[in-house]
Nanobody, 111 residues
Framework: QVQLVESGGGLVQPGGSLRLSCAAS????????LGWYRQAPGKERRLVAQ???????DYADSVKGRFTISRDNAKNTVYLQMNSLKPEDTAAYYC?????WGQGTQVTVSS
């Protein structure tokens, strides 16, 4: 089973940017879809962005135009570039690869 390790979270002011990384222990070429999810305290885990093996992307309405998902197959890594961050983006962010989860990385947007 693939191991996924997220990084890049932290504390940022509203309007700021962060880039999350998800490094896989093996090749990501075989995965049908790679996604970023987030979960705020007391709320369900929800899809933020997804990228397929063909490169197609999909985003939650709340992050369209602000977040960008990308993949580097050579580095077995998926990224989530987050711009214009808002307090409501505060959550634990998790990487998913065809059902396998990472441990998550915390993003806090606060002044």
């Amino acid at each position: 089973q693939v191991q996924l390790v997220e990084s890049g979270g932290g504390l940022v002011q509203p309007g700021g940017s962060l880039r999350l990384s998800c490094a896989a222990s093996g090749s990501i070429l075989s995965f049908n879809a790679l996604g970023w999810y987030r979960q705020a305290p007391g709320k369900e885990r929800r899809l933020v962005a997804q990228i397929t093996s063909s490169g197609s992307t999909d985003y939650a309405d709340s992050v369209k135009g602000r977040f960008t998902i990308s993949r580097d197959n050579a580095k077995n890594t998926v990224y989530l570039q987050m711009n214009s961050l808002k307090p409501e983006d505060t959550a634990a962010y998790y990487c998913n690869a065809d059902g396998s989860w990472g441990q998550g990385t915390q993003v806090t947007v606060s002044s």
